[in-house]
């Protein structure tokens, strides 16, 4: 019986001894691990996940795209707060509805690396 991997491939999920650990304290990622585990979806509870050297070009693909659509949703809500300020004069609603859009952004989530 050999010795287990310590971590595993957040995107081909191998056992992998080396690799860009996952930053596990990110606000984002760890609410969603602990909300999987809560539901019984944790498929990886226990483990650290790290992103192994044959994946890594894909993980910054996928960081950069996370990282562009989050600052254009960002821009985005703005305007839409503005502009739904602008014709209802409601501050509450137009808060709402930008922080909706900046939401969006949550659907191409990519966890940062952690610093090493």
């Known amino acids: 019986m050999g010795v287990k991997a310590p971590f595993i491939c957040s995107l081909c999920r191998k056992n992998v001894s080396r690799g860009s650990e996952l930053d596990e304290g990110d606000l984002v990622f760890s609410t ?3 909300a999987r585990a809560l539901v019984g979806f944790a498929k990886f ?3 650290h996940l790290a ?3 044959e994946c890594l ?3 910054k ?3 950069k795209e996370y990282d562009t659509k989050k600052l254009s949703l960002g821009i985005m809500a703005v ?3 503005i502009a739904n300020f602008a014709l209802t004069a409601n501050a509450v609603f137009s808060l709402i509805i930008g922080l909706f859009v900046f939401s969006l952004s949550i659907f191409s989530y990519c ?3 952690k610093e090493t």
């Open 57 to 59: 070009p894909e993980y």
């Open 111 to 113: 966890p940062p690396l």
């Open 79 to 81: 305007i839409v707060a």
């Open 61 to 63: 693909r996928m960081r």
């Open 45 to 47: 509870q226990g483990k």
């Open 51 to 53: 992103i192994c050297k």
């Open 32 to 34: 969603y691990r602990k």
